[in-house]
C-alpha cells in the first residue's frame, strides 16, 4: 500500500495490509480517533508524512522506518515491530511511547535521529538502542529501558518531572558518548 494523499476518519480507523505500507511525503494517515496500523511486511514514514491518531497502535512486522511524525494526539502510542525500528524523524505521544518487538520483548534494534517525546511515561524494549548526535529522547514521567546495549550521543531527559523514577537496564554495554547527555 502506497499513500500520497490523504486518509482521513473522524472516528477510529484500523489500516491493514499483508504487505508493506509506505506514507509518502505529502501523506496524511489520520483519524480523529483510535488509529491502528498493522502490516505484515515494513511501515515506512516519509519525511514530511504524518500518521496520527487520537491513540496510535503500530504493529509493522518486518520493520518501521520513520521519517515524518507519528503522533498520538491526547493518549499512547504502541509500537511493536518484528524487525528494527529507525526513528529520523518525530514520534510523540500525549500520554505513555512505548516501543518493543511483536511480543513487547527486547529482541529487535532501535536507532532514534530524531525525537521521541511521551509526555508521560516511556518504555523501551530493545536488543541495542541508539540514540544519536543531536537527537532526542524525553519523557516526563519517567523512563524504562531494557536492551542488551545502550549508546547514547545525543540528549536523553528520562524524566521532566520530579519525583518520578526511571530505570535503564543495559545488559552488556551502556555507552554515553563525550557529546551524550543522559
Not at 34 to 60: F, I, P, Y
Amino acid at each position: 500500500v502506497n499513500n500520497t494523499g490523504k486518509l482521513l476518519a473522524g472516528g477510529d480507523m484500523n489500516v491493514t495490509s499483508t504487505k508493506a505500507l509506505a506514507n509518502g511525503s505529502n501523506g496524511v494517515i489520520q483519524a480523529g480517533g483510535a488509529l491502528a496500523l498493522e502490516t505484515g511486511a515494513a511501515l515506512t514514514n516519509d519525511k514530511g508524512g504524518v500518521v496520527s491518531g487520537a491513540t496510535l497502535d503500530v504493529r509493522a512486522a518486518q520493520g518501521l522506518a520513520n521519517g515524518g511524525r507519528l503522533s498520538a494526539s491526547t493518549g499512547n502510542a504502541t509500537i511493536r515491530s518484528g524487525a528494527a525500528v529507525d526513528n529520523l524523524g518525530t514520534l510523540h505521544a500525549k500520554g505513555n511511547v512505548d516501543i518493543a518487538d511483536l511480543t513487547g520483548g527486547a529482541t529487535v534494534a532501535v536507532g532514534n535521529g530524531g525525537q521521541m517525546l511521551a509526555e508521560q511515561q516511556m518504555r523501551l524494549a530493545a536488543s541495542t538502542l541508539t540514540n544519536a548526535k543531536g537527537a532526542l529522547v524525553q519523557a516526563a514521567a519517567g523512563t524504562t529501558v531494557t536492551a542488551s546495549s545502550v549508546s547514547n550521543a545525543g540528549t536523553w531527559t528520562l524524566a521532566t518531572q520530579a519525583g518520578n523514577a526511571s530505570q535503564l537496564n543495559a545488559g552488556s554495554l551502556l555507552n554515553n558518548d563525550v557529546d551524550g547527555r543522559i
